[in-house]
């Protein structure tokens, strides 16, 4: 079982900038995929960024260049840097993990995560 907490979210204004950290209850290595999502309400959970087991990082095309995925291997922490925030941007924010897995091109699917946190807000508003 892996236990997953986010911290970082709150309100911004278009053009800002925020530091989702995603906090595992096991050492980050090389046996877990990780990845952020996002969830609007009336809409289907998407991948933002994610890490394979083999370092490999991917990113939503709605994100690229603004965002970036990042972890603490030394320690048990994912990061998500979002900068030039957009309103369409607001959503809650959820980290995930799942055992070894290996995808050099895409963003992983959230049907294939195991273990979630319990989300955090993020709100890009003038």
């Known amino acids: 079982q892996v236990e997953l907490v986010e911290s970082g979210g709150g309100s911004v204004q278009p053009g800002g900038s925020l530091r989702l950290s995603c906090a595992l209850s096991?050492?980050?290595?090389?046996?877990?995929?990780m990845g952020w999502f996002r969830q609007v309400p009336g809409k289907e959970r998407e991948g933002v960024a994610s890490?394979?087991?083999?370092?490999?990082?991917n990113y939503a095309d709605s994100v690229k260049g603004r965002f970036t995925i990042s972890k603490d291997n030394a320690g048990n922490t994912l990061y998500l840097q979002m900068n030039s925030l957009k309103p369409e941007d607001t959503a809650v924010y959820y980290c995930?993990?799942?055992?070894?897995?290996?995808?050099?091109?895409?963003?992983?699917?959230?049907?294939?995560?195991?273990?979630w946190g319990q989300g955090t807000q993020v709100t890009v508003s003038s």
């Open positions: 890490f394979d087991t083999a370092g490999h990082s």
């Open positions: 096991v050492w980050i290595n090389s046996d877990y995929c």
């Open positions: 995930a993990a799942r055992g070894r897995c290996v995808d050099p091109v895409r963003v992983h699917a959230p049907s294939s995560m195991l273990y």
